[in-house]
């Protein structure tokens, strides 16, 4: 299902956020959301402060894809952050955690470090980690690199 028309252009995704609510981590906090869709299909994302470690909140998010029926991928370190997508037919997900740093909510939304940003700008809090999660209505899109989620080399680094 399909929730806005703008310009003539179907933006955000019902379904998309559906499956984010059902993604996010119950301790987490919502920042922003945001619909898009007027260059690409129908979807949604969201921004939180999520409450664990990067390895809590990214083996909720796999074990609530795999609970979704959807193939995953993941990739990153602990400095830099990770990433998980998902995909099945009709629905794929990308998700980041960030261990730190800060993030700006404004008008569209917000971002995790990124300089030139107006808004709010709020570090992430000790004992969080900064999330987004993203759904999008694509018919169909393959998994790029990255490993298997369950891999314990995954957070060796």
Not at 70 to 96: H, L, Q
Not at 121 to 133: E, H, K, M, Q
């Amino acid at each position: 299902m399909l929730t806005g028309i703008s310009a003539g252009c179907v933006i955000g995704s019902s379904t998309g956020d559906d499956l984010i609510r059902r993604l996010a981590p119950t301790s987490s906090r919502q920042l922003a959301c945001e619909d898009y869709g007027i260059d690409g299909p129908p979807g949604r994302k969201c921004s939180y402060f999520a409450a664990g470690s990067s390895q809590e909140v990214l083996t909720i998010l796999y074990n609530g894809l795999k609970g979704e029926h959807m193939a995953t991928s993941c990739d990153g370190n602990s400095e830099d952050g990770y990433t998980i997508t998902g995909t099945k037919k009709g629905m794929w997900v990308e998700a980041a955690v960030i261990p730190s740093g800060y993030v700006t909510v404004g008008d569209q939304g917000a971002e995790f470090d990124s300089p030139g940003w107006s808004g709010t700008r709020s570090d992430i809090p000790a004992g969080t980690v900064g999330l987004w999660i993203e759904a999008d209505e694509y018919d169909s899109r393959s998994l790029y690199g990255g490993k298997a989620c369950d891999d314990p080399s995954l957070f060796a680094q």
